[in-house]
Every structure is written in structure tokens, then in C-alpha cells.
């Protein structure tokens, strides 16, 4: 495959708006392990902006680039074993180190849990249980890394069908043409508003079905548009429209939600509104940005190729970061605006030593989703190779 560079700075972009969203969930009045002294219900305004689209972008782009893993891997059975260990071995590691310090904070300014990280860490998070509601251990933001794993098994399982190539035809007929902005959103409004309501996402793997209806498909989508030309200039054809419909139903979304703030209860068909509106700005959005992806970004610069290799790394411990410093800037009293400016810059900051700290150690690089070094540099020499010119 043609590496899509402009697919690359899509999930750049896509996780360094996914961080941002999770340091303005310190302000908004919506269920987060830590929060500001008064968070703001206005801040849904902005929040709901991203919040639509931003892990169903996730899900595709995952699948966009798990079709280029797969054109480098030894098969099927190649591809699976560098999935399970580039996502469960982070996964358990995520589980077991960097996720317990945003359970105890929770613990510590939500439910008045009295002790200290490290009696928590030796007593009560791996109870395997709940402490005053609170699961434990758990996956918190991980959540993400477990649904993509499932996701690729079950992608694995449909490469197994015979001439799995039909799948790709059928994909090229369906979404070769305005197919690619109507037909995934007459799928949402059908499983997302119609046959069933979407609501508050549980993050259990077992029992999110309706989040699999929007989640799953995405991530298939994903897949079928890396090997799908007719597909991708459909979409940067039409970005122009879904522009505009995202737009609009961002309008309306933000439109109820100044209206009607939070909680407030609302009559059936502003709810339906709501929902549906919701819908449309989700695939619309998506279709939008991979339309400008194709058509003005699908070109290499220096910073892509760490950029790109950081992103899992960022993922993994960003949360950690947000909590923690938020945690640290409580007992202070700052302004909003001051905590929110210090927040992003220390999140960036923290992420960024994580990254460089463990790409630097061996052992550490397959914890934090990094290929190990020898792998790393094999890859390195392959896409080096054909910019090298015989003199």
C-alpha cells in the first residue's frame, strides 16, 4: 500500500483534540474522575463541538492504518499476533500502572477515601471489585484500546471468509460514490436514533452494544477506505457538503443545549432533535475531514514520523497527566482560565517526556506501545529505502 499521509495527520490531529477534550472535561459538569471547584455548564457548548465525532474518527482511522499493518505482515495470523501485542501488552500495563493514580483521585475528591497512593495501590485497587461505586482495577480511558483489540479480532475472523476480495468490491460499489456520505448516515439515525437510543456509554465491552453499532462499523469503514480509491475521491468530492451539514447540525445541537442547559428536561421531539442532529454532525464531520485529509493534507513533512509513533504513547498516559496535575492545582483557587492554560501546557509536557523517556528504554518501548528497537529500525531502513538514489 501507498502510505496516505494524509490519513496520518487525520490521527494526529484526531488524539491531540481527543486530550484537549479530556482537559475540558475538568470543566464541564459532566462524570470525570477529577473536577474543578465550579465547573461550568457553558463549556458543553465548545465541548459538544468534538463530542459527536471524536472516538468514532478513532475507530476509523484505526482501521485505515490496520489495513496497511496488514500489507506488512506475514498474513492473517502475522497481523493478529502484532495486534494482540502492540494492544494487550500496553493494555495490562495501562491496567496495572498508569490508570490506579485516576482511581484514587476520584476516590479522594469524590467519595473521601482517606488514604495515600500507596496504601490504595497495596489494598484496594486490585480487589477486583467496587469501592463506593467505583470499579477496580478498571481501564478508564483505555476502554479505547480493548474495543479496538475486539475489533481486530473480529476483523481477523472475516479475513478468514473465503475470498474475503468481495468484501472490498461490495465496499467499492456501496461507497464509490454519494454512497460515502449517506449510507453510514442512514446507518447511525437507523441504530442510533430509530431502533435504538444512544445513550450514556457504558465502556463495557460486553454490554455497549449500541456503542458497537456506531464503533464497529466505523472501524470496518476504515479498513475498506484504505484499499478504496473510488471511495476516497467520493469523499474529497464531497466535502463541501458534509461541511455544511456538520455545521448545521452542530447549530442545532449547540442551539438546545443554550436553551436547555444540562439536565434540563426537554419535550420528546427537541430530544429527537437533539439525537438526530447529533447524528449528522457525527458522520458529517467525519466525512468532511477525511474529504480535506485526501485533497489538501496527503503530503509528508519531518515531524510526521515521531508524531505518528508518539500518538499511543500520548494516549496511554495523557489522562494520567490531567488528573494528577489537576489534583495538584485544587487546594490553589486559581481562575478557569489560568487552571485550564496550565493544565493543557503540563499535559503536553508530560506526554512528551513519557514519549521521549520510553522510546529510550528497551523494555519499556512494548509497554508503552512502541515496536521494540530492532523492529523499529527495520522499519525505518524499509521506508527510508526508496528515497535512496544510486549515485
Known sequence: MERHYGMDWLRIGAFALLILYHVGMVFVPWGFQVKTAAPAEWVAVPMFLTNAWRLMLLF???????RALLAKSDGVRGFLRNRNARLLIPLAFGMAVVVPPQSWVELVTQHGYAHGLGWFLAHDYFRFGTLDGVLLPTWNHLWFVAYLWAYTIALGA???????????????????????LWLPLAWLLLFQVILFRRGEETHDLVRDGVAHLAYFPAFLFGFGLAGSRRAMVALARGWPLAAMLALAGYAIVAGIEIRWPGDTIVSRWVGYAFRIAREVQTWAS????IGLAERYLNRDNAWRPMLTEAVFPFYIIHQTVIVLVEYTLLPHGLHPAAEFAILVAAT????????????????????????????ARSRSAREAAPTLRVP
Do not use: N
Request: glycine share 12%.
Open 60 to 66: 476509523l482511522v484505526s482501521g485505515f492504518a490496520s
Open 348 to 375: 503536553v509536557a508530560g506526554c512528551w517526556l513519557f514519549y521521549l523517556a520510553g522510546r529510550e528504554i528497551s523494555w519499556l518501548r512494548p509497554l508503552i506501545g512502541l515496536r521494540p528497537r530492532l523492529a
Open 158 to 180: 472475516l479475513l478468514a471468509l473465503p475470498r474475503p476480495e468481495r468484501l472490498q468490491a461490495w465496499f467499492d460499489r456501496a461507497f464509490g460514490g454519494a454512497g460515502a
Open 286 to 289: 467525519i466525512a468532511a475531514l
